[in-house]
């Protein structure tokens, strides 16, 4: 047995199959590389921003496949283009790949008016701000002060619960009830913008110029920085028309900011 083993023949037949089984893995091999593209990848190109038509022509060249995986509307992108892709761009994939992307609506979706008729002005703007709408403030005559009597679209006239676009541009027609039309101005020393935001809004008035000084940096800063001055100022004889708008000065150096001992001349200036 022992000398078969060693014999010439058995090593010869040996040699043959171990050069047959290597054949045979290295065929294997590369048809395998043949079938699955082993090896070669392709890095997927940023889509962002483009359009179907776009990433058609960009994956058709690239011999990658795409599907929409999701349609959004986004107010402030383009309509109809990609912001968000997967797999990410640069990533390697092989050939045939899908991409899947989201693109932005074309058209936005129809909402229905929120009613907010004898609503008060700041709750009126925070409702309809709060269903995706833009509001612009007007100020008609009125039997009620301060109260929303109506809304506009493009000059039009229009109900609550009427279908419109979402993002879509809203006046909102506050009275101004029986009086001269003037009101006293505010105090807004010491409060944020938000705040000064929303007083002047319960006083029938609108926000103007925000003026920020050097040690207000990044929005950050800008969110918490208080008024330091205001124009026109608090005062006894300080009036204005109803829809006049007053500016702010906004800091965050506190020893700009002195209540206590700011005078009504002083505020007025």
């Known amino acids: 047995m022992l000398k078969f083993i ?33 090896g070669e990848s392709i890095s997927v190109p940023s889509l962002e921003g483009l359009t179907e038509k776009e990433v058609e022509a960009i994956l058709s060249e690239k011999e990658l496949r795409y599907e929409i995986l999701d349609s959004i509307f986004v107010d402030k992108k383009p309509k109809g283009v990609v912001i968000d892709q997967n797999p990410l761009a640069e990533s390697l994939v092989k050939k045939d790949r899908k991409i899947y992307i989201t693109v932005t609506k074309i058209a936005a ?13 700041r709750l009126a703007v925070a409702k309809l701000e709060s269903y995706g709408l833009k509001v612009k403030v007007e100020y008609k005559p009125s039997e009620h002060q301060g ?4 809304y506009e679209l493009k000059g039009k006239s229009i109900s609550p619960n ?25 105090y ?21 110029l925000e003026i920020y000084d050097e040690t207000c ?31 702010i000065y906004l800091t965050k150096d506190s020893t700009k900011i002195n209540t206590q001992n700011l005078s009504l001349d002083s505020l007025a200036m």
């Not at 048809?31 to 082993?38: E, G, I």
């Not at 979706?109 to 002005?121: E, F, N």
């Not at 109260?147 to 109506?150: L, V, Y």
């Not at 008024?227 to 006894?236: H, I, L, N, S």
């Open 6 to 38: 060693f014999s010439k023949s058995f090593l010869v037949n040996i040699a043959i199959l171990i050069v047959l089984i290597v054949v045979v893995v290295f065929l294997i091999d590369k048809s395998l590389d043949s079938y699955t593209n082993h």
């Open 188 to 208: 807004l020393i010491n409060l944020n913008k938000e705040g000064a935001n929303q007083l002047l809004q319960t006083s029938l008035l609108s926000l103007g």
């Open 162 to 186: 009427e279908k419109i676009d979402l993002g879509a541009f809203i006046t909102l027609i506050i009275g101004t009830g029986k009086g001269d039309g003037k009101v006293m101005v505010p």
């Open 217 to 247: 940096v990044t929005s950050t800063d800008s969110t918490v920085a208080k008024v330091y001055k205001q124009t026109p100022g608090y005062g006894a004889n300080s009036v204005l028309n109803i829809g006049s708008s007053v500016d």
């Open 147 to 150: 109260i929303a009597i109506g």
């Open 109 to 121: 979706p129809k909402i229905l008016l929120p009613d907010v008729i004898d609503m008060s002005q």
